[in-house]
């Protein structure tokens, strides 16, 4: 399964430090998002992208900074993270038909593990 | 709030025995349904959707889904389970009104003993 790339896999990083997570995605989308998976909490919305425009930013703290260069890249620049944002970091995609994202299906990445120390 | 409900959060079960898993989304409008599976290491896998149409559906690996409006509800089914399908398994809904991104339940993880 290619479709959506996530790099790095695994990434430790001090709360003093500052790290990006990157994903590409090569299935033709225009929307892509990131989610957040915390042991035992749902999976959580961050950020969506739609046709290379921030529509959604899910009341995230501004350590977490995305950027969406095109429609096949999406990055999550981290800075001065806490021990609580230690998670499974997911990037997904999906066809959005116009602006505001969509109600299509979503393809997801297998995930950054990011630990804090 | 937009809200989807898992009731299970964790079921054992033995090799050929039924499966069904409950999930409930907060309140009506146009929806679209979905069952992801994540199996131990790997990423999230779409099972199935239902988008409109036969409020039954059928997914990948004999799992199949119903619809039922009246009820808020999307249960996941397998007649007969096998070793394989341990996994985690996450309903998600997306709603026609509001935010267009994905609202996950908690997840079941369903574990198949031999």
């Known amino acids: 399964e290619t479709g959506v790339t996530q790099t790095p896999r695994h990434l430790v990083m001090g709360m003093t430090n500052k790290k990006s997570l990157k994903c590409e995605q090569h299935?033709?989308?225009?929307?892509m998002y990131w989610y957040k998976q915390s042991a035992k909490k749902p999976l959580e919305l961050m950020f969506v992208?739609?046709?290379?425009?921030?529509?959604e930013n899910n009341s995230v703290p501004s350590r977490f900074s995305p950027e969406c260069p095109n429609s096949s890249h999406l990055f999550l620049h981290l800075h001065t993270l806490q021990p609580e944002d230690s998670a499974l970091y997911l990037c997904?995609?999906?066809?959005?038909?116009?602006?505001?994202?969509?109600?299509?299906?979503?393809?997801f990445g297998p995930g950054t593990r990011l630990t804090v120390l | 709030a937009q809200s989807v409900s898992q009731h299970n959060h964790h079921v054992i079960l033995s090799e050929a025995a039924s499966l069904e898993l409950g999930c409930n989304y907060s309140?009506?409008?146009?929806?679209?349904l979905f069952w992801y599976v994540q199996y131990p290491g790997q990423h999230l896998q779409l099972l199935l959707k239902y988008f409109s149409g036969d409020p039954l559906v059928k997914g990948i690996k004999g799992f199949e889904a119903e619809f039922i409006k009246s009820k808020f509800s999307f249960n996941l089914r397998k007649p007969s389970v096998q070793w394989s399908d341990t996994a985690e398994y996450f309903c998600a809904v997306i709603w026609d009104t509001g935010r267009r991104a994905l609202t996950f339940g908690s997840g079941t993880r369903l574990q198949v003993q031999p």
């Open positions: 309140y009506g409008g146009t929806v679209n």
């Open positions: 997904a995609s999906s066809q959005a038909r116009g602006g505001g994202g969509s109600t299509d299906t979503q393809y």
């Open positions: 992208y739609s046709l290379e425009e921030r529509v």
């Open positions: 299935l033709g989308h225009n929307a």
